[in-house]
């Protein structure tokens, strides 16, 4: 399976001008999370020839704006799509995304859209003093699960731990948003310490880690870790 990074923006100044967040898709028919710029998402979208009437799942990994916006560019194409939210998504997010041919699906447990691809348990976290609640896609390969992420609000490591749990399987790759750029360096080196023990092999940070994190990722992972820009292809 081909992993493509259609978005991304990790820098400040991307974040300044809002041409931040993510957006990854799978086999072509599987988006996950729609970057925050729909001028943006729309761009790349038609840069690296992606045909969106092969797009039939959509998924959110939370609902902020910067893994949201980007859909709305997808409403005007008037296709079937089955868009799965983790429960308890806004009244106001799930009215933005909604169309009549939008199937819309709130999940807490693990879903297996398609042979070898899951969407998650949803996992709950705090930012600021609020509750977000994140839902990550799981792939099963032949050197283990490689786990996609919007953010990790919930803790990278935690997500990390509870998918090998519920799968019973090692994170062979680990791709995504980590959400450690606010951190300390002692707090990121501990978590990042957890993801080497833990026995993830590769690891491709990217949007909220922060630089400083990707550097220590770097250093420990050494030929593990991976570095991409948009439009690049992931084999997973």
């Not at 931040?20 to 020839?49: C, H, M, P, Y």
């Not at 045909?51 to 910067?66: A, G, M, N, P, R």
């Not at 995304?97 to 691809?117: A, C, F, G, R, V």
Request: aromatic share 8%; with cysteine; net charge neutral.
């Amino acid at each position: 399976m081909k992993l493509t990074i259609l978005a991304e923006g990790s820098t400040k100044w991307q974040r300044f001008i809002r041409r931040w967040g993510v957006s990854f898709l799978l086999d072509d028919e599987i988006l996950f999370d729609a970057f925050g710029r729909t001028d943006i998402f729309k761009q790349n979208l038609d840069k690296f020839n992606v045909d969106i009437q092969q797009i039939k799942t959509v998924i959110l990994s939370h609902e902020h704006w910067d893994h949201v916006n980007g859909f709305k560019y997808l409403l005007t194409s008037q296709k079937e799509m089955t868009v799965y939210v983790p429960e308890g998504f806004s009244k106001k997010i799930k009215e933005s995304i909604s169309s009549p041919k939008i199937k819309l699906i709130e999940t807490n447990k693990i879903t297996e859209i398609k042979k070898n691809i899951f969407i998650s348990e949803t996992l709950c976290g705090y930012l600021h003093g609020h509750e977000i609640c994140e839902q990550s896609l799981v792939v099963k390969t032949d050197k283990g699960l490689s786990v996609i992420c919007g953010c990790a609000h919930p803790g990278i490591d935690n997500i990390v731990k509870k998918i090998q749990t519920d799968f019973k399987e090692n994170v062979y790759s680990l791709i995504g948003g980590f959400h450690l750029k606010d951190s300390a360096d002692e707090v990121n080196s501990h978590i990042i310490k957890n993801l080497q023990e833990a026995g993830v092999k590769r690891i491709i940070p990217m949007h909220c880690t922060g630089k400083r994190a990707v550097e220590t990722i770097h250093q420990v992972f050494g030929s593990g870790f991976i570095q991409t820009q948009e439009g690049d292809v992931i084999e997973l």
